[in-house]
Structures are given as structure tokens and as C-alpha cells.
């Protein structure tokens, strides 16, 4: 029902910032919770941050790993989700996912993105 499409990555010095963008092809509004994983090689794909995409208010959540340094943030009319990345480690570096979950049909499997790579390297 959605297609995600992930861009913004690259090569970064540690240190340096980088922002991805998600781009949806439909409307995320009031009825998906976006998300942002990561995946370094040989490691499983883990958590960075989500945000709702309706309601009166914007939630948020951030895994350990990136508190104080990334923040998650969307653009309803552009059907976009953003990861601003700061202060950035070569522990970063990962293929970043965006990820979308339906929250209208519960039993809908999550939709993803093809990834964007990080590297974080001097």
C-alpha cells in the first residue's frame, strides 16, 4: 500500500552530520507509525527512532544509541520523514532503513524501504 524511499546517506567524518529523508508514495498521515532502523553488517537490523503521523500531537521515540544526537521529525504535505544525525561515530555506520506500520489494518505487515548506507569514517 506505501512505498518507501530512503536517500541523505553517504560518507561522513566522525563528528559530522548527515539527514536522511524517507519519502512515502501516499499519504502516512493519522494512520502510520514511522520508524528508522539500522543494520551493520553481521549484526541484525536494530531500532533508532519512531514517529506517529497524526494525532493533536508528535511522539517520539529514540533508542539508546542515538539520544541527544539524532532526532526524527516528518513533513505531512511532503510525505516525508527526515533522521537528522549529529555528532555521528563510526559505530553509525549501517545500512539505515525507513519503516512504516499500519496501524489501521493491525494484521498488515510493516512496509520497508531498500536502505541507505552510512559510513562514518576519517
Known amino acids: 500500500q506505501v512505498q518507501l524511499v530512503e536517500s541523505g546517506g553517504g560518507l561522513v567524518q566522525p563528528g559530522g552530520s548527515l539527514r536522511l529523508s524517507c519519502a512515502a508514495s501516499?499519504?502516512?498521515?493519522?494512520?502510520?507509525?514511522m520508524g528508522w532502523y539500522r543494520q551493520a553488517p553481521g549484526k541484525q537490523r536494530e531500532l533508532v527512532a519512531t514517529?506517529?503521523?497524526?494525532?493533536?500531537?508528535?511522539?517520539?521515540t529514540y533508542a539508546d544509541s542515538g539520544k541527544g544526537r539524532f532526532t526524527i521529525s516528518r513533513d505531512n504535505a511532503k510525505n516525508t520523514v527526515y533522521l537528522q544525525m549529529n555528532s555521528l561515530k563510526a559505530e553509525d555506520t549501517a545500512v539505515y532503513y525507513c519503516n512504516a506500520r499500519d496501524q489501521l489494518v493491525v494484521t498488515s505487515p510493516p512496509y520497508w524501504g531498500q536502505g541507505t548506507q552510512v559510513t562514518v569514517s576519517s
Open positions: 501516499r499519504s502516512i498521515f493519522g494512520r502510520y507509525v
Open positions: 514517529i506517529t503521523s497524526g494525532g493533536t500531537t508528535t511522539y517520539t
